[in-house]
């Protein structure tokens, strides 16, 4: 069968650390050429800066050559359907990274893809985020098993896959969220029945007070994502209190960091300025989408 990483549960939790290991090791100068010869398709449908980015340049550390379409330029399941898109990118190239809306549109590449398939992002999961966050954690903490995450805002693509990385280390998740816009009961579930083998966890609440007690790392994420805008004054009334500012990190662990996937929306749901605090390490986050991602890519053409 051919391995795909389409929600973060596709890696066994065991399969997590030796990930996070190996991303590591590339960062601090391990050199693979993992994938020489090769080439990796990168279709996305939605805009980018750190997922091309670090797709892209994770590629060519791996020794393959990046081949990047934009939405424009392939028209997924409307100007061709999406599993002739699948057959053709499997026989021209050897990992396709998909960047899309619905998880059914990459569930369905993926089904008939013969190379290993990648969610850069979907509506549901942004499972590489996540890999990343988990890196970054471990650097910070020295391990996230144990470890006190808070996650404030809505209960999104990015709070899901969090979830099941966390709770997969052995770590505990609380987020916090308004009334409606809180992460589905089921990826809440699925994310404690993930990590139930090494006592990870993950809570859901509405108070971000109630969140950050104790919290090690403070996690937030915009208030509307892209495919959400008319929603944009609805959600800046809903989420009012919910911003993650110098006084709610001070109620925190001592020691805390803070962390966001960006871009952010200043002003909302964070302060002005917040990404540059002495307890962010936004841009080291950021910076390990390159090295998480690689390390994936790595163990998928290998397997």
């Known amino acids: 069968m051919v391995n795909h990483f389409l929600k973060f549960s596709h890696i066994a939790p065991e399969e997590i650390q030796p990930i996070i ?8 100068g391990a050199i693979s050429n993992a994938l020489a010869g090769k080439s990796v398709a990168i279709l996305f449908e939605k805009p980018s800066l750190r997922t091309k980015l670090s797709f892209w340049v994770g590629t060519e550390k791996l020794g393959g050559n990046p081949v990047h379409f934009a939405p424009e330029e392939v028209g997924l399941g409307k100007r061709e359907p999406i599993a002739d898109v699948a057959h053709v990118m499997s026989r021209m190239s050897e990992v396709a990274v998909i960047r899309t809306f619905a998880q059914t549109t ?12 990648i969610n850069a992002l979907t509506d549901a999961e942004h499972p590489c985020q996540a890999l990343a966050d988990v890196q ?5 903490l020295g391990t996230v098993k144990g470890a006190n995450v808070a996650f404030i805002g809505d209960g999104n693509n990015v709070a899901v896959s969090l979830g099941y990385a966390v ?16 992460v589905p009961f ?68 001592a020691t805390v960091k803070f962390m966001h996937d960006l871009p952010a929306h200043h002003g909302e749901e964070i302060s002005h300025d917040l990404l540059y ?19 994936l890519m790595e163990k998928l053409i290998q397997s």
């Open 21 to 28: 290991d190996r991303a590591i090791a590339l960062k601090t």
């Open 106 to 117: 990459i569930e369905e590449f993926a089904k008939n893809a013969s190379i290993p398939v």
């Open 186 to 253: 089921e990826d809440v579930e699925g994310a404690n029945t993930f990590g139930s083998a090494v006592d990870g966890s993950m809570k859901q609440v509405t108070s971000p007070q109630e969140a950050v007690m104790n919290a090690d790392i403070v996690y937030t994420d915009v208030w509307t994502s892209m495919g959400q805008e008319a929603e944009t004054a609805k959600r800046l009334i809903n989420f009012d209190g919910y911003q993650v500012n110098p006084a709610l990190l001070d109620q925190a662990s």
């Open 136 to 140: 970054t954690i471990t650097e910070q």
């Open 277 to 295: 605090d002495s307890r962010s390490v936004v841009f080291d986050q950021a910076e390990n989408r390159l090295w998480a991602q690689a390390a």
């Open 167 to 182: 709770s997969g280390l052995g770590g505990h998740l609380v987020v916090a969220s308004p009334n409606g816009y809180e």
